[in-house]
């Protein structure tokens, strides 16, 4: 799944978990799917994170002619 999907799936298991009457093994059952795609969220964050922070060093490192240092 993409991130966009995965915090759909994410929002969709969140309004189970509070509106639904779920019997105690399905609400873990839910509540374990919530915390592995937290954890690949927050992954996919950093890995997004540290692109964008190599980007940013090169662009710091172009001078004005629109070359690398």
Known sequence: MGFEKDIEQLEKIVLKLESENLSIDDGLTLYGEA???G???VDEIKESKGKLEL???DLSRINLDGELD
Do not use: A, P, S
């Open 55 to 57: 980007l940013n060093q």
């Open 39 to 41: 954890k690949k969220l």
């Open 35 to 37: 915390i592995k795609l």
